[in-house]
């Protein structure tokens, strides 16, 4: 399974930046819907595209193994 590491994310830049970020913020930089947003922080196994995680990447300007991880199912 995919894990999406936006939670982290979102909490390593805002502690970065001193301030709070937001998923409205991400959302109106990327052009990703705060529903996608949402459901990449809170839904197991959430499919997203590669546009979607390219916008991610690019926003918080990490590599792809930044935003997502594999963790292999037991």
Known sequence: ?????????????????????????????????????????NIKGYNASTDVLDKLCAFFDVKISDVAVFIKDE
């Open 1 to 41: 399974m995919i894990r999406f590491k936006l939670k982290e994310l979102i909490a390593e830049k805002s502690f970065q930046e001193g301030r709070r970020v937001t998923i409205e913020e991400i959302s109106k930089s990327t052009g990703i819907h705060r529903t996608t947003l949402s459901k990449l922080s």
